[in-house]
């Protein structure tokens, strides 16, 4: 599906019953997969966060981000699309999600995190707003590779 073509999608909280699709999702997104119950932990537990499903009606759950609001600060600390629907907009309609939620809290800033080799995200967020504010040396394992911490600065 491509997203000018078919703009019919939804995007909602995160429940419990999504993640059986989640984890087909971050299980070929992700080399350090996070756990069903890490997903279940975060959403019984942390009143900070937020996660947001993309789903459309013919293909179900597309992708799903997971963004911390703390105090004054945001951080996307999960973002990942389907691999056959990369590509096509959707990402960036969860960031935008992200960013909307962070300034309805009245935080005007957002950052994350991706590995230096995932040029394609580094792009995606680039086009965004987002600028390269530090690198982490060594921060993500298998394979061991440098961070690129990004940060956006929001408007209201």
């Known amino acids: 599906m491509n997203l000018r073509k078919n703009k019919s999608f939804k995007l909602r909280p995160m429940t419990e019953d999504d993640l059986t699709q989640v984890m087909r999702i971050e299980?070929?997104?992700f080399p350090s997969p996070?756990?069903?119950?890490?997903?279940?932990?975060?959403?019984?537990h942390n009143a900070d966060a937020s996660y947001l499903v993309l789903e459309t009606q013919q293909d179900g759950i597309l992708g799903y981000i997971g963004s911390w609001f703390l105090d004054d600060s945001a951080q996307i600390i999960r973002v990942?699309?389907?691999?056959?629907?990369?590509g096509q907009g959707w990402a960036r309609r969860l960031v935008d999600a992200a960013c909307k939620t962070s300034i309805e809290k009245g935080i005007f800033e957002i950052s994350l995190e991706v590995r230096e080799s995932n040029t394609a995200a580094i792009s995606c967020y680039t086009n965004m707003g987002f600028c390269e504010v530090d690198r982490?040396?060594?921060?993500?394992?298998?394979?061991c590779?440098?961070?690129?911490c990004m940060l956006k600065l929001l408007k209201e």
Do not use: F, G, K
């Open 27 to 29: 299980l070929r997104s």
């Open 136 to 143: 982490l040396s060594n921060y993500y394992s298998h394979p």
């Open 145 to 148: 590779e440098d961070a690129v």
């Open 80 to 86: 990942a699309i389907a691999q056959e629907h990369r």
């Open 34 to 44: 996070w756990s069903t119950l890490a997903y279940a932990m975060e959403l019984r």
